[in-house]
């Protein structure tokens, strides 16, 4: 039997008002519920927020001493005393004098001759010409202070590999990077660089001698991304540093570092002499970058507790803030006492928002003497 099209009608229009309805009321459910009721974040979440707040660094509690040279002040030559104009002659007396000259000529030079032998014999030995010995040598420049001495102990050499984390021009990168530190103890060499599978953002060395001072470079190279590699020299025998990308020149009076010795001669100094790392304590050193060189004052803000890829960690936390309106770079260290005063934590802050951080994954010794 067939059903007519006017019994279908009213049987659709009732399952649609019924769908119509059903999509109503679970709307209205959903919107009341999105308005009412709160779900609580998982637990882990919770636990692994981290909050990150910028401090700035007290001020120093302690003078420091500057390793810098005076600059070199030229003295003026004395000026040489003109012998005395001779007395007038008269003209009547003129005519004399030149008549005897020729005959008495002969007979001055031989009696002057003889004069002086027997001054040179009847001189004692005590009362000798001593005019050049008291004369004291003349010198351009003043003798030059030297550099701050510290109590050092250089660290055994020991390759160190980071986890890297960057920003290049507002772009997030993550990397690995590696510092390689190695000393016989009186000569020492440093190869480090920090890389993506793409880019090398930054690869540096540095090479000189352990002396007095400390870490005492002689030879500093750096190249960053997308930039030709710069030398920086430290001419210890005429006291003087140079640089291969700039004119600039500074003297060198001792205990001067470059961009990479300076974290180990941190590193030498916390083994040598720990009482130098106190909470508001500064250490002033002298360093010299690919163009220029300054004075760079390295705070310490305190012992922290962190984590790094290697492990937590109890380390000093230091850090190097640039003069106001400088476009120089921020420098904040991690130094473990426990692990061999080693740099756990290196993060490098430029003016503009970029970064480059490097924390600890993995430390390897080296053998002695490498």
């Given amino acids: 039997m067939t059903t007519a099209p006017s019994d279908r009608r009213p049987r659709l229009w009732r399952i649609t008002a019924l769908i119509a309805?059903?999509?109503?009321?679970?709307?209205?459910?959903?919107?009341?519920?999105?308005?009412?009721?709160?779900?609580?974040?998982?637990?882990?979440?919770?636990?692994?927020?981290?909050?990150?707040?910028?401090?700035?660094?007290?001020?120093?509690?302690?003078?420091?001493?500057?390793?810098?040279?005076?600059?070199?002040?030229?003295?003026?030559?004395?000026?040489?005393?003109?012998?005395?104009?001779?007395?007038?002659?008269?003209?009547?007396?003129?005519?004399?004098?030149?008549?005897?000259?020729?005959?008495?000529?002969?007979?001055?030079?031989?009696?002057?001759?003889?004069?002086?032998?027997?001054?040179?014999?009847?001189?004692?030995?005590?009362?000798?010409?001593?005019?050049?010995a008291d004369t004291p040598p003349k010198a351009d420049t003043p003798e030059a202070p030297g550099g701050t001495h510290y109590t050092v102990d250089p660290p055994p050499p020991a390759s160190l590999e980071y986890d890297v984390q960057a920003t290049y021009n507002n772009m997030a990168v993550h990397g690995s990077g590696t510092i390689t530190w190695k000393s016989d103890g009186s000569r020492y060499t440093i190869e480090g660089k920090a890389e993506d599978f793409f880019f090398t953002f930054l690869r540096f060395s540095s090479s000189g001698d352990i002396n007095e001072f400390g870490v005492a470079p002689e030879l500093y190279t750096e190249q960053r991304i997308r930039k030709s590699a710069t030398n920086t020299h430290f001419h210890r025998d005429r006291k003087q540093i140079s640089f291969s990308a700039s004119t600039n020149t500074y003297p060198s009076v001792g205990g001067e570092q470059d961009r990479a010795s300076v974290v180990w001669q941190l590193v030498a100094i916390g083994r040598g002499d720990p009482g130098k790392f106190a909470p508001g304590a500064t250490i002033d050193l002298f360093v010299a970058g690919p163009r220029d060189g300054e004075v760079w004052r390295m705070q310490v803000i305190g012992e922290e507790d962190i984590r790094v890829p290697a492990g937590p960690a109890r380390a000093w936390h230091v850090v190097r803030v640039p003069r106001p309106g400088s476009y120089e770079q921020q420098l904040d260290i991690w130094f473990a006492p426990q692990q061999q005063w080693y740099p756990l934590r290196l993060r490098f802050s430029e003016t503009n928002g970029d970064f480059l951080e490097m924390s600890l994954s993995k430390l390897k010794s080296l053998p002695p003497g490498t």
Wanted: net charge neutral; hydrophobic share 40%; no cysteine.
């Fill in 21 to 132: 309805v059903t999509v109503l009321l679970h709307l209205l459910v959903i919107n009341w519920g999105g308005r009412h009721i709160r779900v609580p974040a998982p637990a882990a979440l919770q636990e692994n927020t981290i909050s990150v707040s910028l401090r700035t660094p007290p001020a120093p509690t302690q003078p420091v001493s500057l390793p810098v040279a005076k600059p070199a002040v030229k003295r003026k030559p004395k000026p040489k005393p003109q012998p005395p104009a001779p007395a007038p002659v008269a003209s009547d007396t003129l005519a004399i004098a030149t008549t005897t000259s020729a005959v008495t000529t002969d007979d001055k030079a031989t009696a002057a001759t003889e004069e002086s032998a027997d001054s040179a014999e009847n001189t004692p030995a005590d009362k000798a010409d001593t005019s050049a």
